[in-house]
Protein backbone atom coordinates (compact mmCIF):
# COMPACT_ATOMS: atom_id res chain seq x y z
CA UNK A 1 0.00 0.00 0.00
CA UNK A 2 1.14 3.50 -0.59
CA UNK A 3 1.22 5.49 2.78
CA UNK A 4 2.42 8.79 0.92
CA UNK A 5 -1.02 11.25 0.47
CA UNK A 6 -2.08 14.42 -1.60
CA UNK A 7 -1.11 16.52 0.98
CA UNK A 8 2.69 15.27 1.13
CA UNK A 9 2.47 15.27 -2.38
CA UNK A 10 1.87 18.74 -3.36
CA UNK A 11 4.80 19.58 -0.98
CA UNK A 12 7.30 17.50 -2.93
CA UNK A 13 6.70 18.69 -6.24
CA UNK A 14 9.39 20.90 -7.20
CA UNK A 15 12.07 18.16 -5.55
CA UNK A 16 10.41 15.83 -7.81
CA UNK A 17 10.36 18.36 -10.72
CA UNK A 18 14.25 19.03 -9.96
CA UNK A 19 14.85 15.12 -9.48
CA UNK A 20 16.23 15.88 -6.03
CA UNK A 21 14.46 13.06 -4.72
CA UNK A 22 16.10 9.79 -3.65
CA UNK A 23 15.25 6.96 -5.67
CA UNK A 24 12.74 5.88 -2.85
CA UNK A 25 11.33 9.30 -2.40
CA UNK A 26 10.73 9.27 -6.28
CA UNK A 27 9.23 5.84 -6.83
CA UNK A 28 6.37 6.89 -3.71
CA UNK A 29 5.57 10.25 -6.03
CA UNK A 30 5.02 8.11 -8.81
CA UNK A 31 3.35 5.23 -7.95
CA UNK A 32 0.44 8.29 -5.91
CA UNK A 33 0.28 9.82 -9.37
CA UNK A 34 -0.57 6.11 -10.74
CA UNK A 35 -3.51 6.20 -8.67
CA UNK A 36 -4.56 10.12 -7.76
CA UNK A 37 -5.96 12.07 -10.70
CA UNK A 38 -6.12 14.74 -8.26
CA UNK A 39 -1.71 15.14 -8.14
CA UNK A 40 -1.69 14.26 -11.24
CA UNK A 41 -3.68 17.53 -11.94
CA UNK A 42 -1.84 19.62 -9.52
CA UNK A 43 1.27 18.61 -11.14
CA UNK A 44 0.32 19.17 -14.33
CA UNK A 45 -0.95 22.48 -13.32
CA UNK A 46 2.60 23.29 -11.96
CA UNK A 47 4.30 22.49 -15.37
CA UNK A 48 2.11 24.87 -17.14
CA UNK A 49 2.69 27.65 -14.47
CA UNK A 50 6.05 27.38 -15.47
CA UNK A 51 5.81 27.36 -18.70
CA UNK A 52 3.52 30.39 -18.58
CA UNK A 53 6.17 32.08 -16.97
CA UNK A 54 8.64 31.08 -19.57
CA UNK A 55 6.52 32.83 -22.06
CA UNK A 56 5.73 36.09 -20.46
CA UNK A 57 7.08 39.25 -22.80
CA UNK A 58 9.42 41.14 -21.64
CA UNK A 59 9.14 44.52 -20.71
CA UNK A 60 11.80 46.97 -23.17
CA UNK A 61 13.87 49.82 -21.86
CA UNK A 62 13.12 53.14 -21.95
CA UNK A 63 13.74 54.45 -25.74
CA UNK A 64 15.79 57.38 -24.33
CA UNK A 65 17.64 55.11 -22.19
CA UNK A 66 18.53 52.43 -25.02
CA UNK A 67 19.33 55.63 -26.89
CA UNK A 68 21.81 57.18 -24.55
CA UNK A 69 23.45 53.53 -24.22
CA UNK A 70 24.01 53.26 -27.68
CA UNK A 71 25.66 56.43 -27.54
CA UNK A 72 27.66 55.48 -24.71
CA UNK A 73 28.85 52.41 -26.62
CA UNK A 74 29.65 54.29 -29.83
CA UNK A 75 31.54 56.49 -27.56
CA UNK A 76 33.64 53.76 -25.93
CA UNK A 77 35.60 53.25 -28.88
CA UNK A 78 36.27 56.96 -29.84
CA UNK B 1 14.44 34.49 -32.43
CA UNK B 2 17.84 34.51 -33.73
CA UNK B 3 20.17 33.16 -32.54
CA UNK B 4 22.98 34.73 -30.59
CA UNK B 5 26.42 34.21 -31.71
CA UNK B 6 28.38 31.94 -29.71
CA UNK B 7 30.23 34.11 -26.52
CA UNK B 8 33.77 34.77 -27.79
CA UNK B 9 32.21 35.76 -31.46
CA UNK B 10 29.87 38.33 -29.56
CA UNK B 11 33.08 39.18 -27.23
CA UNK B 12 35.15 39.83 -30.05
CA UNK B 13 33.02 42.75 -31.94
CA UNK B 14 31.62 44.27 -28.86
CA UNK B 15 35.42 45.11 -28.60
CA UNK B 16 35.81 45.86 -31.98
CA UNK B 17 32.98 48.97 -31.27
CA UNK B 18 30.25 46.85 -33.60
CA UNK B 19 27.44 48.55 -32.43
CA UNK B 20 24.95 46.51 -34.18
CA UNK B 21 25.81 43.41 -31.85
CA UNK B 22 25.51 45.59 -28.51
CA UNK B 23 22.05 47.04 -30.18
CA UNK B 24 21.57 43.36 -30.36
CA UNK B 25 22.36 42.13 -26.48
CA UNK B 26 21.03 45.35 -25.45
CA UNK B 27 17.70 44.32 -26.72
CA UNK B 28 17.78 40.65 -25.46
CA UNK B 29 19.11 40.80 -22.67
CA UNK B 30 17.63 44.15 -21.20
CA UNK B 31 14.11 42.68 -20.45
CA UNK B 32 15.34 39.79 -18.18
CA UNK B 33 17.61 42.62 -16.70
CA UNK B 34 14.45 44.75 -16.02
CA UNK B 35 12.47 42.26 -14.52
CA UNK B 36 15.53 40.86 -12.24
CA UNK B 37 16.71 44.48 -11.01
CA UNK B 38 12.88 44.98 -10.01
CA UNK B 39 13.10 41.88 -7.55
CA UNK B 40 15.91 44.15 -5.64
CA UNK B 41 14.48 47.80 -5.56
CA UNK B 42 10.96 49.73 -5.17
CA UNK B 43 9.97 51.26 -8.35
CA UNK B 44 9.92 50.43 -12.11
CA UNK B 45 12.06 54.17 -12.32
CA UNK B 46 14.88 53.03 -10.05
CA UNK B 47 14.83 49.48 -11.88
CA UNK B 48 15.34 50.76 -15.37
CA UNK B 49 18.05 52.85 -13.67
CA UNK B 50 19.99 49.72 -12.17
CA UNK B 51 19.74 48.31 -15.85
CA UNK B 52 21.46 51.49 -17.16
CA UNK B 53 23.72 51.85 -14.70
CA UNK B 54 24.50 48.01 -15.41
CA UNK B 55 25.34 48.45 -19.33
CA UNK B 56 27.55 51.44 -18.47
CA UNK B 57 29.27 48.81 -16.47
CA UNK B 58 29.07 46.36 -19.17
CA UNK B 59 30.67 49.21 -21.69
CA UNK B 60 33.47 50.22 -19.77
CA UNK B 61 34.56 46.91 -17.95
CA UNK B 62 34.28 45.15 -21.87
CA UNK B 63 38.00 44.56 -21.67
CA UNK B 64 37.96 43.49 -18.24
CA UNK B 65 35.70 40.53 -18.96
CA UNK B 66 37.79 37.30 -18.63
CA UNK B 67 35.26 34.51 -19.87
CA UNK B 68 35.41 32.16 -16.65
CA UNK B 69 31.57 32.82 -16.48
CA UNK B 70 29.16 33.57 -20.37
CA UNK B 71 29.07 36.94 -21.27
CA UNK B 72 25.24 37.12 -20.12
CA UNK B 73 26.00 35.60 -16.63
CA UNK B 74 28.58 38.13 -16.51
CA UNK B 75 26.18 40.68 -17.02
CA UNK B 76 23.54 39.75 -14.98
CA UNK B 77 25.88 39.84 -12.01
CA UNK B 78 27.07 43.52 -12.46
CA UNK B 79 23.03 43.64 -12.39
CA UNK B 80 22.66 42.08 -8.93
CA UNK B 81 25.46 43.98 -7.28
CA UNK B 82 24.23 47.44 -8.42
CA UNK B 83 21.00 46.50 -7.63
CA UNK B 84 21.92 45.01 -3.92
CA UNK B 85 23.47 48.65 -3.58
CA UNK B 86 20.80 50.08 -4.36
CA UNK B 87 18.29 48.49 -2.57
CA UNK B 88 20.34 48.70 0.23
CA UNK B 89 20.33 52.67 0.01
CA UNK B 90 16.60 52.20 -0.83
CA UNK B 91 16.64 50.15 2.58
CA UNK B 92 15.12 47.33 1.01
CA UNK B 93 17.36 44.66 2.01
CA UNK B 94 16.87 41.31 0.75
CA UNK B 95 17.79 39.13 3.27
CA UNK B 96 19.00 35.60 1.32
CA UNK B 97 20.63 33.43 4.20
CA UNK B 98 18.04 32.35 6.61
CA UNK B 99 14.42 30.25 5.22
CA UNK B 100 11.30 31.05 6.98
CA UNK B 101 8.92 30.22 4.68
CA UNK B 102 7.63 27.73 6.71
CA UNK B 103 3.79 26.00 6.41
CA UNK B 104 1.98 24.29 3.99
CA UNK B 105 1.58 25.65 0.44
CA UNK B 106 -1.63 24.35 -0.12
CA UNK B 107 -4.42 25.24 2.09
CA UNK B 108 -4.95 22.59 4.69
CA UNK B 109 -9.00 22.97 4.38
CA UNK B 110 -8.17 21.06 0.79
CA UNK B 111 -7.13 17.88 2.20
CA UNK B 112 -9.32 15.53 4.21
CA UNK B 113 -8.67 15.64 7.69
CA UNK B 114 -7.42 12.54 10.39
CA UNK B 115 -10.22 10.30 11.28
CA UNK B 116 -11.78 10.65 7.43
CA UNK B 117 -11.58 7.18 5.85
CA UNK B 118 -9.00 8.87 3.46
CA UNK B 119 -6.67 11.62 5.53
CA UNK B 120 -4.78 13.43 3.45
CA UNK B 121 -6.25 13.09 0.38
CA UNK B 122 -8.13 15.92 -1.39
CA UNK B 123 -11.22 16.88 -0.87
CA UNK B 124 -12.19 17.67 -4.26
CA UNK B 125 -9.53 17.71 -7.48
CA UNK B 126 -8.15 21.59 -8.35
CA UNK B 127 -10.78 22.55 -10.75
CA UNK B 128 -9.67 21.71 -14.19
CA UNK B 129 -7.95 24.53 -16.78
CA UNK B 130 -8.97 25.85 -19.75
CA UNK B 131 -6.86 24.73 -22.36
CA UNK B 132 -5.50 28.03 -23.77
CA UNK B 133 -7.39 27.66 -27.10
CA UNK B 134 -10.48 27.52 -25.10
CA UNK B 135 -10.37 31.88 -25.57
CA UNK B 136 -8.75 32.27 -22.66
CA UNK B 137 -6.76 35.92 -23.16
CA UNK B 138 -3.02 34.98 -23.10
CA UNK B 139 -2.19 38.55 -22.57
CA UNK B 140 -4.91 38.15 -19.28
CA UNK B 141 -3.33 35.27 -17.87
CA UNK B 142 -0.02 36.76 -18.44
CA UNK B 143 -1.48 39.90 -16.34
CA UNK B 144 -2.53 37.58 -14.01
CA UNK B 145 1.16 35.84 -13.65
CA UNK B 146 2.72 39.55 -13.25
CA UNK B 147 0.56 40.61 -10.17
CA UNK B 148 1.29 36.95 -9.33
CA UNK B 149 5.15 37.88 -8.98
CA UNK B 150 4.78 41.08 -7.74
CA UNK B 151 2.67 39.65 -4.49
CA UNK B 152 6.04 36.91 -3.82
CA UNK B 153 7.88 38.23 -1.20
CA UNK B 154 11.58 39.11 -2.36
CA UNK B 155 13.46 35.98 -1.93
CA UNK B 156 10.85 33.93 -3.88
CA UNK B 157 10.12 36.33 -6.44
CA UNK B 158 14.21 36.33 -7.43
CA UNK B 159 14.33 32.87 -7.14
CA UNK B 160 11.30 32.18 -9.29
CA UNK B 161 12.13 34.87 -11.76
CA UNK B 162 15.38 33.88 -12.00
CA UNK B 163 14.32 29.84 -13.04
CA UNK B 164 11.19 29.96 -14.36
CA UNK B 165 11.09 33.60 -16.34
CA UNK B 166 14.56 33.37 -16.88
CA UNK B 167 15.26 30.14 -17.31
CA UNK B 168 18.32 29.62 -15.53
CA UNK B 169 19.24 26.39 -14.06
CA UNK B 170 19.42 26.28 -10.01
CA UNK B 171 23.53 25.80 -9.63
CA UNK B 172 23.64 29.37 -11.09
CA UNK B 173 20.62 30.85 -9.03
CA UNK B 174 22.11 29.63 -6.21
CA UNK B 175 25.86 30.90 -7.35
CA UNK B 176 24.19 34.29 -8.33
CA UNK B 177 22.57 34.39 -4.95
CA UNK B 178 24.58 32.78 -2.77
CA UNK B 179 22.04 30.08 -1.47
CA UNK B 180 22.07 26.58 -1.37
CA UNK B 181 20.65 24.13 -3.30
CA UNK B 182 18.01 23.33 -0.55
CA UNK B 183 16.99 26.93 0.28
CA UNK B 184 16.94 27.62 -3.33
CA UNK B 185 14.48 24.40 -3.91
CA UNK B 186 12.18 25.90 -0.89
CA UNK B 187 12.36 29.24 -2.03
CA UNK B 188 10.93 28.00 -5.92
CA UNK B 189 8.58 25.10 -4.29
CA UNK B 190 6.65 28.27 -2.27
CA UNK B 191 6.85 30.85 -5.26
CA UNK B 192 5.28 27.97 -7.48
CA UNK B 193 2.64 27.01 -5.19
CA UNK B 194 1.97 30.43 -4.91
CA UNK B 195 1.72 31.23 -8.72
CA UNK B 196 -0.27 28.41 -9.07
CA UNK B 197 -3.24 29.23 -6.59
CA UNK B 198 -3.58 32.33 -8.50
CA UNK B 199 -3.72 30.71 -11.69
CA UNK B 200 -6.18 28.54 -10.16
CA UNK B 201 -8.64 31.85 -8.38
CA UNK B 202 -8.21 33.27 -11.83
CA UNK B 203 -9.58 30.49 -13.61
CA UNK B 204 -12.48 29.43 -11.13
CA UNK B 205 -13.17 33.08 -11.38
CA UNK B 206 -13.89 33.36 -15.08
CA UNK B 207 -15.20 30.01 -14.56
CA UNK B 208 -17.99 31.39 -13.07
CA UNK B 209 -18.84 34.64 -14.91
ZN1 LIG C 1 -3.04 12.64 -4.52
Known sequence: MNDLDCREFV??????????????????????????DGCERYLDQVRRSVTDLRDLPADALPDETRAALLEAFRARTE | ?????????????????DDKTFALVLDRWSGGLLRLARSFVSTEASAAEVVQETWVAVIEGLDRFEGRSS??????????????????????????????????????SRFRPAGDPFPGHWWDF????????QGMLRHEVQAQL????????????????????????????CALLDITAANQRVLLHRARAFVRGKLEEYYTQEANR
Not at chain 1, 11 to 36: G, I, K, S, W
Not at chain 2, 87 to 106: A, I, N, Y
Not at chain 2, 146 to 173: C, F, H, K, M, N
Request: with cysteine.
Open chain 1, 11 to 36: EQVTAFLEHALDPEAEQRLVDHLALC
Open chain 2, 1 to 17: MEELPPDDVLVARLRDG
Open chain 2, 71 to 108: LKTWVYRILTNTAKRRGLREHRVVPMSSVDDSGPTVDP
Open chain 2, 126 to 133: PPLWPTPE
Open chain 2, 146 to 173: RTALGELPERQRLVITLRDVEGYGSEEV
